[in-house]
């Protein structure tokens, strides 16, 4: 999973932050776009994701599941042949 730091925001007394100039365009987020926002277990912080991008993040991750549960088969039953 690539990892990139774009800046620091503030919250503002209305709770409103602004999304840093190069996020904003790295990922084509725009003006009255909605966003998903999730807590992660006791990570203190916020994630968001661009709500119209869901069902493919959802997707992707349904597929990777099911190439580690064929890779997690393949190991046991090689380490049954061992035994």
């Not at 725009?30 to 661009?50: Q, R």
């Given at each position: 999973?690539?990892r990139?730091?774009?800046?620091i925001?503030?919250?503002?007394?209305?709770?409103?932050?602004?999304?840093?100039?190069?996020?904003?365009?790295?990922?084509?987020?725009?003006?009255?776009?909605?966003?998903?926002?999730?807590?992660?277990?006791?990570?203190?912080?916020?994630?968001?994701?661009?709500?119209?991008?869901?069902?493919?993040?959802l997707?992707?991750?349904?597929?990777?599941?099911?190439?580690?549960?064929?890779?997690?088969?393949?190991?046991?039953?090689?380490?049954?042949?061992?035994?």
């Open positions: 999973m690539e990139k730091f774009y800046g925001t503030t919250i503002s007394e209305r709770g409103q932050i602004v999304i840093p100039q190069e996020a904003r365009l790295e990922l084509n987020l725009n003006p009255g776009e909605k966003l998903l926002v999730i807590k992660e277990g006791n990570f203190p912080g916020l994630i968001l994701i661009k709500v119209d991008q869901i069902a493919e993040m997707s992707n991750i349904t597929r990777n599941l099911a190439e580690m549960e064929r890779l997690l088969a393949r190991i046991q039953k090689e380490e049954e042949n061992r035994v």
